[in-house]
């Protein structure tokens, strides 16, 4: 195996793929990087069993075919302090890998490619081409209601479904519940997956601000995702989700409009004063009125008070602020539709009455 290449490529790719290397001594080879050359393309690539990225580079000088791992963490150290725009020199010699560049040269030791595991036979039920604008949009609205360490584990992650013309992903830690959906050709083949909450942050650091068009591939225990010259690949979380519509309110009795910059602010200062285990604040809604108050096991108390345009029924809610902070941050209208129902058991809210986003969050025992 021996190519040519430009530092400062190798580095772009090397910064995009060496996040998921970690120190790993019971499998040492998840420290590196599968090195291998086909056809005039290099692929890097890099797993931790659940998360695999490749990157796919265009080498135009000659080049000899080969496959090798070596240390991802070293590679990228010795690139990075190397000249950006010098040429990097890389060669296979008796299992050992030779990196030369101007005057500098390493030599470092390597591990066989045939013992790295990959997704080389990923086989998949649907494929389909989206814009990384509408993926990006939903994990930005609905991730923070994943749940992180939860012992039912198919909550930990989105799920996302894709039913007629709608694909839709839903997040909830059985607390708090978020949804947002877009409108897809009806001839995507119709799925219904979870995505792992550790996997979806990786993927969303890949989603940049430049609008790209993705090459999606669903399988039975994976998801691929073709990025330009990049290839995510994941496994899904296994298991039921739960029917998220049934929590949704049927009945929205009670329709408030609540200005986003008032409200968060009011939950601020009552939250300097909010139980540290509990983080629970009660919300009084009456004449004009919205009152949000606060207690903690010390026996401090905090109120704040703002005008809202509502003089219908009195409404008394107790819930966990920082839940409610998490919508309001969310939500990138200066007003949301709060609806509450006689049940008191939860709150629905949306930045308006046909916006695909949809959030709740269940309620304190008062």
Do not use: W
């Not at 792992?196 to 650091?205: D, R, S």
């Amino acid at each position: 195996m021996q190519f040519t290449i430009k530092n400062d490529i190798l580095i772009k790719s090397l910064k995009k793929i060496t996040r998921l290397l970690v120190k790993n001594h019971s499998f040492p080879i998840l420290e590196n990087i599968l090195i291998q050359i086909k056809n005039d393309i290099l692929s890097l690539t890099t797993t931790n069993l659940e998360i695999e990225l490749i990157s796919n580079i265009k080498i135009l000088k000659k080049n000899i075919s080969g496959k090798i791992t070596i240390s991802g963490k070293k590679l990228l150290y010795i690139c990075q302090n190397l000249s950006e725009k010098s040429e990097v020199k890389i060669q296979l010699k008796e299992k050992k890998i030779h990196i030369s560049s101007e005057r500098s040269k390493y030599i470092l030791s390597t591990l066989s490619a045939d013992k790295f595991p990959n997704h080389q036979n990923f086989q998949y039920t649907s494929d389909f081409y989206l814009s990384s604008q509408f993926l990006k949009e939903i994990i930005e609205r609905i991730s923070f209601s994943m749940g992180k360490q939860d012992v039912r584990y198919y909550l930990n992650g989105i799920f996302l479904e894709k039913k007629g013309d709608v694909l839709r992903g839903v997040a909830t830690d059985g607390y708090r519940l978020a949804t947002s959906y877009f409108l897809v050709e009806k001839k995507i083949n119709s799925f219904a997956i979870i995505i792992p909450n550790k996997a979806i942050m990786e993927l969303y650091k890949l989603l940049t601000t430049e609008i790209k068009l993705l090459h999606i591939f669903i399988g039975t225990n994976n998801i691929r995702i073709n990025i330009n010259n990049l290839t995510f690949t994941c496994q899904l979380i296994e298991g039921e989700y739960p029917d998220y519509k049934t929590v949704l309110l049927k009945k929205k009795l009670h329709v408030i409009m609540c200005n986003c910059v008032l409200l968060k602010k009011s939950l601020l200062r009552a939250s300097i004063l909010a139980h540290e285990k509990f983080c629970g604040i009660e919300i009084k809604i009456e004449n004009g009125n919205f009152k949000v108050i606060s207690d903690n096991q010390e026996e401090e108390t905090a109120e704040d008070t703002f005008s809202i345009d509502y003089f219908e029924k009195k409404i008394e809610l107790s819930i966990n602020v920082y839940y409610l902070l998490d919508v309001i941050n969310t939500i990138k209208s200066e007003k949301f539709l709060l609806f509450v129902n006689n049940s008191e058991s939860s709150i629905q809210i949306k930045e308006e009455e046909n916006s695909p986003s949809t959030y709740l969050i269940m309620l304190l025992k008062r």
